[in-house]
């Protein structure tokens, strides 16, 4: 017998080492290096002579390569075609990740039992009369969708030969394992096994495969960092399990942005995609309250209205407090001293509470000029005026900077029923004849006036 070959692996980020230590070089923690056997067997885990198309691969000159238009495969869903960039590429691996109970499982069963294609869904966390119970949940009927639970990959590609599936789901990559490597499903060998196999079987046969994956408590994807270096498209699915709308973000698109953003709602049928967020984003009251503003905001191409809320009080406990939900927290401290410093607002014994409704987190400086405004609001209890939206970066020395796609940004705002919008006047605007009311301001001091007089 062959002596059987083990290696030493972190569970955290993947890195392998020839003998066991305390703490990882590569991430820093500790206690996170365990042994794994990694003796593979001679055969390999799918067709490799010489390829899946009888076809021996040769270089081609860059030159010779056809550059005509890939064809994706409409997933039937528009949110998630946004986000892939148009559609599921041909023979492309894309990897799926989200919190617990989030909806990853839903999304997609109810795309593959939607899906025009003969689809095969894997599950080895589920048995097929759960998954059956959830189907009917979401759409009664489908003629195109297959459901095995298995775990082996080797069982998994013969049920692939046998049924010629054109789109593949795998639900979870954690949970696969292969007879090639003698360690426990999960593990970082394994997960880098069972991966390497279902990319060498997507590209040779043209078939795509989509991957569930855990997340570790972190937020980041349960495996080795590779992982994710290895499949062309990382998708995270977000949101609170406490709300009902679920965003999909990509984190990597090898064929497509990177930018684009799906927002789905969970009902009891299933997900809804949300074609018009911003009217879900902007709560809707009968009186005005004090402290709220209006955003307009860029996720990839899409412009959104979001609600900024503010509340600002004298501070009880001595030390002013400071808190964010969904904005970046070191950016309101900048804002709250600029306010101070170039504006003379005295906000620095005063606790400034900040949040962006519908549980979405933004990261875009043109809504800086809308977190002011819900400040000073606040700060003034003197409600915006209703039909004000806003769209401006703040600057260190109080001048407001104009923000990329201002036209997209109007043009939003005038189809949801503004009537005015704060822009830079520095920004070049190419828009005639708007219904909408332009108001050009250059510091923070005109948005003061012009709003509390």
Same mark, same amino acid.
């Given at each position: 017998?062959?002596?059987?070959?083990?290696?030493?692996?972190? =569970?955290?980020?993947?890195t =392998?080492?020839? !003998?066991?230590?305390?703490?990882?070089?590569?991430?820093?923690?500790?206690?996170?290096?365990?042994?794994?056997?990694?003796?593979?067997?001679?055969?390999?885990?799918?067709?490799?002579?010489?390829?899946?198309?009888?076809?021996?691969?040769?270089? @081609?000159?860059?030159?010779?390569?056809?550059?005509?238009?890939?064809?994706?495969?409409?997933?039937?869903?528009?949110?998630?075609n946004?986000?892939?960039?148009?559609?599921?590429?041909?023979? $492309?691996?894309? @990897?799926?990740?989200?919190?617990?109970?989030?909806?990853?499982?839903?999304?997609?069963?109810?795309? #593959?039992?939607?899906?025009?294609?003969?689809?095969?869904?894997? $599950?080895?966390?589920?048995?097929?009369? =759960?998954?059956?119970?959830?189907?009917?949940?979401?759409?009664?009927? #489908?003629?195109?969708?297959?459901?095995?639970?298995?775990?082996?990959? /080797?069982?998994?590609?013969? /049920?692939?030969?046998?049924? =010629?599936?054109?789109?593949?789901?795998?639900?979870?990559?954690?949970?696969?394992?292969?007879?090639?490597i003698?360690?426990?499903?999960?593990?970082i060998?394994?997960?880098?096994?069972?991966?390497? *196999?279902?990319?060498?079987?997507?590209?040779?046969?043209?078939?795509?495969?989509?991957?569930?994956?855990?997340?570790?408590?972190?937020?980041?994807?349960?495996?080795? +960092?590779?992982?994710?270096?290895?499949?062309?498209?990382?998708?995270?699915? %977000?949101?609170?399990?406490?709300?009902?709308?679920?965003?999909?973000?990509?984190? !990597?698109?090898?064929?497509?942005?990177?930018?684009?953003?799906?927002?789905?709602?969970?009902?009891?049928s299933?997900?809804?995609?949300?074609?018009?967020?911003? *009217?879900i984003?902007?709560?809707? +009251?009968?009186?005005e309250? #004090?402290?709220?503003?209006?955003?307009?905001?860029?996720?990839g191409?899409?412009?959104?209205?979001?609600?900024?809320?503010?509340?600002?009080?004298?501070?009880?406990?001595?030390?002013?407090?400071?808190?964010?939900?969904?904005?970046?927290? +070191?950016?309101?401290?900048?804002?709250?001293?600029?306010?101070?410093?170039?504006?003379?607002?005295?906000?620095?014994?005063?606790?400034?509470?900040?949040?962006?409704?519908?549980?979405?987190?933004?990261?875009?400086?043109?809504?800086?000029?809308?977190?002011?405004?819900?400040?000073?609001? $606040?700060? %003034?209890?003197?409600?915006?005026?209703k039909?004000?939206?806003?769209?401006?970066?703040?600057?260190? $020395?109080?001048?407001?900077?104009?923000?990329?796609?201002?036209?997209?940004?109007?043009? *939003?705002?005038?189809?949801?029923?503004?009537?005015?919008?704060?822009?830079s006047?520095?920004?070049?605007?190419?828009?005639?004849?708007?219904?909408? +009311?332009?108001?050009?301001?250059?510091? &923070?001091?005109?948005?003061?006036? &012009?709003?509390?007089?």
């Amino acid at each position: 017998m062959s002596k059987v070959k083990t290696s030493f692996f972190c =569970q955290n980020c993947g890195t =392998q080492y020839a !003998k066991w230590q305390g703490q990882c070089n590569a991430c820093k923690e500790w206690n996170t290096i365990a042994e794994e056997i990694i003796q593979k067997q001679e055969k390999v885990a799918w067709k490799s002579e010489p390829t899946a198309t009888g076809k021996v691969p040769r270089p @081609l000159k860059i030159n010779e390569i056809d550059s005509a238009q890939e064809i994706r495969m409409d997933t039937t869903d528009g949110e998630l075609n946004r986000v892939l960039g148009g559609g599921i590429v041909p023979g $492309s691996l894309t @990897l799926l990740g989200g919190e617990p109970g989030i909806g990853k499982s839903t999304l997609l069963l109810q795309i #593959s039992l939607k899906l025009p294609y003969k689809t095969l869904y894997v $599950s080895g966390e589920e048995s097929q009369k =759960q998954i059956k119970m959830r189907a009917e949940r979401i759409t009664p009927n #489908s003629d195109n969708c297959y459901i095995l639970t298995e775990t082996k990959t /080797q069982n998994i590609f013969k /049920q692939i030969e046998a049924i =010629q599936p054109e789109i593949v789901i795998i639900d979870s990559i954690q949970t696969l394992h292969t007879d090639y490597i003698e360690s426990t499903a999960g593990s970082i060998s394994q997960i880098r096994e069972t991966t390497a *196999e279902l990319i060498k079987f997507a590209k040779e046969t043209n078939i795509p495969v989509i991957l569930i994956g855990h997340i570790t408590k972190d937020g980041n994807i349960a495996g080795p +960092k590779i992982l994710e270096h290895m499949v062309d498209t990382v998708l995270q699915f %977000e949101g609170d399990r406490n709300h009902v709308y679920r965003i999909l973000r990509s984190l !990597k698109n090898r064929f497509g942005s990177t930018a684009e953003l799906g927002i789905y709602e969970m009902l009891g049928s299933g997900l809804r995609e949300v074609s018009n967020p911003s *009217e879900i984003l902007i709560s809707h +009251k009968d009186e005005e309250m #004090s402290g709220t503003a209006i955003a307009t905001t860029m996720e990839g191409m899409r412009p959104l209205m979001i609600e900024i809320q503010s509340l600002v009080s004298t501070a009880v406990y001595g030390t002013p407090q400071r808190s964010t939900t969904g904005y970046n927290a +070191k950016r309101l401290n900048m804002i709250l001293a600029v306010l101070e410093k170039r504006a003379g607002f005295r906000l620095g014994a005063k606790d400034v509470f900040l949040n962006v409704t519908g549980g979405i987190s933004v990261d875009d400086p043109a809504i800086d000029l809308a977190v002011v405004a819900a400040i000073l609001s $606040s700060n %003034e209890d003197i409600p915006v005026t209703k039909g004000f939206c806003f769209a401006g970066e703040v600057g260190l $020395s109080g001048e407001i900077r104009p923000v990329n796609r201002v036209d997209q940004r109007i043009q *939003e705002a005038e189809k949801l029923g503004f009537n005015t919008i704060f822009v830079s006047k520095y920004n070049k605007i190419a828009l005639k004849n708007t219904g909408i +009311k332009i108001e050009l301001v250059a510091k &923070i001091e005109d948005v003061a006036s &012009i709003l509390f007089g």
